[in-house]
């Protein structure tokens, strides 16, 4: 199988270099800066192996490629607010034989949230939700960290109408080869569902740094519980602590040191805009289907969007102001709602 790995960033480049490094077939997809560094110089990928330069193809978009070939995978790892995007170019390139990408090719969704999966789900016949646990760092063109060890990375994969097949399978054994621990579960979304609530806290670290912090933690519980109350009342399951923590334990051990996640590293990047509205909106969108009030989640999504939207950089609120307007928000509550 060829992988084409859509969105070369931070999650992507990680994946694609590592597959390479085992001999799989690979190809960035990127743009601007990064694609231009990736192409002269080559990726400088960093693991806990050491950093190793990776000179791989590198396209902007399909047509670069020609046709493409039945056993292509497409990889997507760009982050939800570009799935459309992606999904679109891609989804409407041909393969050779006939037929389109949609119509015939595999299209594995590695994002935080839940929503490419469905996004892709109108467009592609075959479509896979990936969990991605793989903590890493894009700063700089050209350029990605993922210092994980023993492993690089846990990807939980699946079917993501619900299921597992022998495509899921040989993917996982190329990831399992490349570094990564990648069980094929019949329940992916589930897995996904459960790493949203941790992934609630991305616009916590973006706007007021991602330190840890005792008043930083009480938010991101009052975000997750709100979480929690959506997921029950909209009847969704989700993977448990305990379950989460076994996947991981002694797999994926980070070294010391303060490190910021992607909404951080996408303001730090200037991208212009951040996942929130696939994170906290999730649970705001969940809330406001289902009658569960979510203040915390509501203030979260939208001071992120600022931030991004008016190039504000990381960090620049502190956790009283933050935590003041989520008081303020949950004040405003009609009392006679019900939580």
Known sequence: MRYIIIGAGAVGATIGGRLAEAGGEVVLVAR???????????????????????????????????????????????????????????????????????????????????????????????????????????????????????????????????????????????????????????????????????????????????????????????AVREAEAAFLAAGIPYASEAEQADARDGKVEQPAGVRGGSSWQSLARGTGSVEADYLNGEVSLLGRLHGVPTPVNDVLRHAANIFAREGLPPGAMSIADLTALADEAASRRDPTETA
């Open 32 to 222: 601007g800066a990064h694609a231009d560094a990736l192409r002269a110089d080559g990726l400088r990928l960093t693991t806990a192996d050491g950093t190793r330069v990776h000179r791989l193809p590198v396209v902007g978009e399909p047509a670069e490629l020609g046709e493409l070939r039945p056993d292509d995978v497409l990889l997507l790892t760009v982050k939800t607010q570009d799935a459309i995007a992606a999904l679109d170019a891609w989804g409407d390139a041909e393969v050779s034989g006939g037929g389109t990408a949609a119509q015939r090719l595999p299209v594995f969704c590695a994002q935080n949230g839940v929503e490419s999966e469905r996004l892709a789900l109108r467009r592609f016949a075959r479509v896979y939700g990936v969990c991605v646990w793989l903590p890493s760092t894009f700063l700089e063109p050209g350029v990605v960290s993922a210092l994980c060890a023993p492993l690089t990375g846990v990807l939980h994969l699946g079917q993501a109408a619900g299921g597992a097949d022998a495509t899921a399978a040989a993917v996982a054994a190329d990831l399992v080869k490349a570094g990564f621990e990648a069980p094929v579960v019949a329940d992916v979304m589930r897995w996904k569902h459960a790493k949203l609530l941790g992934n609630l806290g991305n616009a916590i670290q973006a706007t007021t740094g991602p330190e840890p912090d005792p008043a930083k933690a009480a938010l991101l519980l009052r």
